[in-house]
């Protein structure tokens, strides 16, 4: 039994009070703590990627108590690549917060970021769904703090809404959890699937409601319409760092959506048969179809940027809902592309606003260093929008390819297209707006200069653009392995049997009682 | 005893959502207290209702009441105490900043989109 397993969720949760106790005056310090952790991060889930690669399933049992008494924590495929992705991001938002002076604009941004890690990649690692609204809690509280970050009655207001409409999710969440463990008395995940597909067909009422409640609060989460009136709110006020690492956040909610709907509830499951395979598709396609909308009809540039958010999300669930390995492969394909570009794209519209004091999609006098921040721009709505060459167009490609066979494929090609094209041209409007027509608006003698961005900040957001370029050259490999990931997510046995099977302290002693 | 249990989960869920729909700050972050008190009596009955059992090992006892749904509830408690707090404290800030508590955007107010988002 590895022990490193449980670091990424250890790691963050000693460096996070370590800043607040020892180092909470000299930003310096917490600065440099908080990267050397994300660095460290990075090279852990490296490694549980590379041991899991092969399809290998790790477990963790805490304490050494056997599941499903006791907690575990589980690697697969899925959940270490997730937890790569997600370290990689806080990378190169850690950079620009720290380049951009955002961390020092309010108190504890590092221990609020580190805790807010140790919430999401806890929850990408859990094999328990309890201990999944544990994780889901702590990256709530974090990013409650990290939302209202440097303060602004606009962005506590924000913070009002962003927070009441999470705790309407988690108590549904806690309702899911007492229906399904009153009718199946775990909530261990392996062990769910294991006795949710004994339940006879004549008392399926209470795990479809249970069923149903679950799927309401992933899609709360991954900004399903119609719940997804949280977002653009609280993404475009939120500080722009936070709002970058917010781009995986709703991933989260892709990612449970993915774990449970394949492992628990499959779709070939008798008792829950009908229900998400049949309304999470058209659910998806018109999230699709309003994210795009919105990305058109914005008139802030972050709004915009919150609303391509919705709309990716969208084209992750309609890759999701199809309920097929290679459905689940373009998802997780896309998952990244969407993550990395959501994330750039939000870092610039800060630039943005750096340079010109407000986001409004009007005239104004360029910004300063226009050329780079609009070439960074350009680039990332590329990827954004799907267009080629970059990774959101293969994305887009997969996700049809995908979609041909299914029963809704005329729905789900036009839909996808139509909202293309019109992201295109919603984000050439901004763009145009921003960056090309602005040279022409005369300014003012007395206007005031504004600095240029910091370099390193132009840095954090080539990187994460050089990412994007990366999972283009490399999209064969990747692929490859988003494909490996979907058989082994179709292919639950292996895991399941670990997680149940492996003894553990007093296990000889134990007899199962049911 | 059944039916005292679950009307009263009905009842608190019932208020709960009439309050959370409500257009102000306070109601909404009363019936989210409603909320979560309905759903910790419900993970409570999730374990099925026992009278006098005891939820840990003794000598001499052959019933026992489910552990496990007691310790959810525990973490539960905590937390949706903890999460009301914040709120309180998130909502009372916005309040003093902008002299409003509604928890809807008001289109008149500046700085804020109009995108329809609510």
Same mark, same amino acid.
């Given at each position: 039994?590895?022990h490193?397993?449980?670091a990424?969720v250890v ?11 020892a180092?909470?005056y ?21 490694g549980?990627v590379w041991a899991?690669?092969?399809g =290998? ?5 805490l ?5 499903p008494?006791?907690i ?6 899925l959940s270490?690549?997730?937890?790569l992705?997600?370290v990689?991001l806080?990378?190169?938002v850690?950079?620009y917060?720290?380049?951009s002076?955002w961390?020092?604009r309010?108190?504890?941004f @590092?221990a ?8 999401i990649?806890?929850?990408f690692?859990t094999g328990?769904l ?5 994780f ?11 939302m209202i970050h440097a303060g602004g ?6 913070g ?10 988690s108590?549904?969440?806690l309702?899911?959890?007492?229906a399904?463990y009153?009718?199946?008395?775990t909530?261990?995940m392996?062990d ?9 067909p004549?008392? =399926?009422v209470?795990i479809?409601v249970?069923a149903?409640?679950l799927?309401l609060v992933?899609?709360i ?6 719940l997804?009136?949280?977002?653009p709110s609280s993404y475009a006020?939120?500080?722009a760092p936070?709002?970058a690492?917010f781009a995986?956040?709703t ?6 959506i ?9 779709p070939?499951?008798a008792?829950?048969?009908?229900l @998400? ?6 659910a ?6 309003i994210g795009?909308t ?6 802030k540039l972050?709004?915009l940027?919150?609303f391509s958010?919705?709309g990716?999300?969208g084209m ?12 689940i492969?373009?998802?997780?394909y ?7 570009a959501g994330?750039a794209l939000f ?6 606003r ?5 986001l409004?999609?009007?005239l104004?006098?360029?910004i300063?260093?226009a050329?780079?921040?609009a ?19 293969l ?10 066979d299914?029963?809704l ?6 839909i ?9 041209v919603g984000?050439a409007?901004a763009?145009?707006?921003l960056?090309?027509k ?5 300014v ?6 504004s600095?240029?961005?910091?370099t390193?900040?132009?840095v954090a957001?080539g990187?994460?653009v050089a ?9 064969g490999?990747m692929?490859r392995y988003?494909t490996?990931?979907a058989?082994?997510l179709?292919?639950p046995?292996p ?15 134990t007899?199962?009682?049911? | ?16 959502i009439? +309050?959370?729909?409500r257009l ?7 019936g989210?207290s409603l ?5 910790n009596?419900? #993970? ?12 840990v #090992?003794?000598d ?6 489910d552990p496990?749904?007691q310790a +959810?509830? #525990? ?7 903890g999460?009301t ?7 009372l800030?916005?309040? #003093?900043?902008s002299d409003?508590d ?9 700085d804020?989109?109009s995108?329809?988002?609510?």
């Amino acid at each position: 039994m590895t022990h490193w397993l449980i670091a990424p969720v250890v790691l963050p949760a000693i460096l996070a009070p370590f800043i607040v106790l020892a180092a909470r005056y000299h930003i310096g310090i917490q600065r440099v703590f908080s990267v050397v952790g994300v660095l460290i991060l990075i090279m852990i889930s490296g490694g549980l990627v590379w041991a899991t690669s092969d399809g =290998t399933v790790l477990l963790y049992q805490l304490g050494d108590w056997a599941a499903p008494f006791g907690i575990v924590v589980v690697g697969d495929r899925l959940s270490t690549m997730m937890v790569l992705l997600t370290v990689v991001l806080a990378l190169f938002v850690l950079v620009y917060a720290i380049s951009s002076g955002w961390d020092d604009r309010g108190n504890h941004f @590092h221990a609020l970021f580190q805790f807010q890690l140790m919430g999401i990649l806890g929850a990408f690692l859990t094999g328990d769904l309890f201990n999944l609204f544990v994780f889901f809690e702590v990256l709530l509280i974090a990013s409650y703090g990290l939302m209202i970050h440097a303060g602004g009655t606009a962005r506590l207001r924000a913070g009002v809404q962003y927070v009441l409409f999470n705790l309407i999710g988690s108590t549904l969440f806690l309702f899911a959890l007492g229906a399904i463990y009153a009718e199946t008395g775990t909530l261990n995940m392996a062990d769910l699937a294991n006795r949710v597909a004994l339940i006879g067909p004549e008392e =399926t009422v209470g795990i479809r409601v249970a069923a149903v409640l679950l799927l309401l609060v992933f899609a709360i989460k991954a900004a399903l319409v119609p719940l997804h009136f949280w977002l653009p709110s609280s993404y475009a006020e939120a500080p722009a760092p936070v709002a970058a690492l917010f781009a995986i956040m709703t991933k989260v909610g892709a990612y449970a959506i993915i774990r449970v709907y394949t492992m628990i509830f499959p779709p070939e499951l008798a008792v829950t048969s009908g229900l @998400h395979t049949t309304w999470l598709l058209p659910a998806a396609l018109i999230s699709l179809a309003i994210g795009m909308t919105g990305v058109l009809a914005a008139k802030k540039l972050d709004r915009l940027v919150a609303f391509s958010i919705i709309g990716s999300m969208g084209m992750v669930i309609v890759s999701i809902a199809l309920f097929s390995p290679e459905g689940i492969a373009a998802a997780l394909y896309y998952i990244v592309h969407s993550t990395l570009a959501g994330a750039a794209l939000f870092l610039i519209a800060d630039l943005v606003r750096s340079g010109r004091k407000n986001l409004d999609l009007t005239l104004q006098p360029p910004i300063a260093g226009a050329a780079l921040t609009a070439g960074l721009y350009f680039a990332a709505a590329i990827a954004m929008a799907g267009l080629p060459p970059l990774s959101g167009f293969l994305g887009k490609l997969l996700v049809l390819d995908a979609a041909f066979d299914t029963r809704l494929m005329v729905w789900i090609w036009a839909i996808v297209l139509g909202s293309s094209l019109v992201s295109i041209v919603g984000f050439a409007r901004a763009g145009s707006v921003l960056f090309w027509k602005a040279t022409s608006v005369e300014v003012p003698e007395d206007a005031p200069i504004s600095p240029a961005p910091a370099t390193m900040s132009y840095v954090a957001i080539g990187g994460l653009v050089a990412l994007l370029a990366a999972h283009t050259v490399f999209a064969g490999q990747m692929h490859r392995y988003t494909t490996q990931v979907a058989a082994q997510l179709f292919e639950p046995a292996p895991y399941i049997s670990t997680v149940v099977d492996t003894p553990g302290k007093l296990s000889e002693t134990t007899t199962e009682d049911h | 005893m059944e039916l005292l249990i679950a009307s009263a989960i009905g009842i608190m869920t019932a208020a709960g959502i009439y +309050l959370v729909l409500r257009l102000r700050t306070l109601p909404v972050i009363l019936g989210i207290s409603l909320l979560t008190y309905a759903v910790n009596v419900f #993970l409570f009955t999730s374990g099925r209702v026992t009278i006098g059992a005891p939820p840990v #090992l003794r000598d001499n006892i052959t019933t026992y009441t489910d552990p496990l749904p007691q310790a +959810l509830v #525990l973490t539960a408690i905590v937390i949706s105490f903890g999460m009301t707090a914040v709120v309180v404290m998130i909502g009372l800030g916005a309040f #003093l900043g902008s002299d409003d508590d509604h928890v809807d955007d008001r289109p008149a107010l500046p700085d804020d989109g109009s995108e329809g988002t609510s």
